[in-house]
């Protein structure tokens, strides 16, 4: 048996016994990633995604294709997470195909911030600036604060964009955008609450006792 969200974004969703992350959730956090990494418009078509993902796990691409298909069409894009981002040619195949050529898929910026909730992609620092880049007034607001983070603690920021998404994925957070933080406030989240009061703890320790907090905490980490 597993979890289920009811937003159809899978990309948290877990066996309820186990606690492993369920295929659904593996495919679709997979998808993201490469379409978050620098991958060339065929490695971004549905074959090509079904490829890269089949060549990880040793398997038939075609055993996959179907579940990319749906995740994208059913989920990613109707969510608005993924666009089509162009077509490629075809030189083969039916005529009609041929003229409308072969569809491939990008990231929106709704799509760049569930991508920096998700630990397998690379070059979240990559994506964080373009996420800002495209951000409004309100939103701006954040940037400042959490680019030096993620400079000096990235694991805590991260972690800040996990809790947001799995809050959307949970149904806590009606929208993602406009990103707003405030919207966590009213979700309990003990982690969060740890993390605020060691800091405002340790801001208020001596140089000595913070230097002694340190030497324990790297015991124990």
Known sequence: MKTKTFTQLSIFDTFKIKGELTGEA??????IAILASNANPTERTRTGISQRIAKVH?????????????DLDEILIPLEIAV???????????KALQEKGIPY????????LVALSINEVKDREKLLKEFFSQSDSKEKEYE???INLSDTSPNFTYSIFQKYV???CNNKIKDLLPFDLSKLKDISDESLIIQKEILEA???????????????????T
């Open 202 to 220: 340790f801001l208020k320790l001596s140089k000595q006792d913070k230097d002694e907090a340190m030497r324990f905490l790297n015991e124990i």
């Open 166 to 168: 799995k809050a959307f």
């Open 26 to 31: 593996n495919r679709q956090r997979a998808i």
């Open 105 to 112: 898929y990008r990231l929106t910026k709704k799509g760049v």
């Open 84 to 94: 089509e981002g162009g077509r490629l040619p075809l030189r083969r195949g039916p």
């Open 58 to 70: 040793g398997i038939a691409w075609k055993n996959i294709y179907s579940g990319i298909f749906r």
């Open 144 to 146: 400042r604060i959490i």
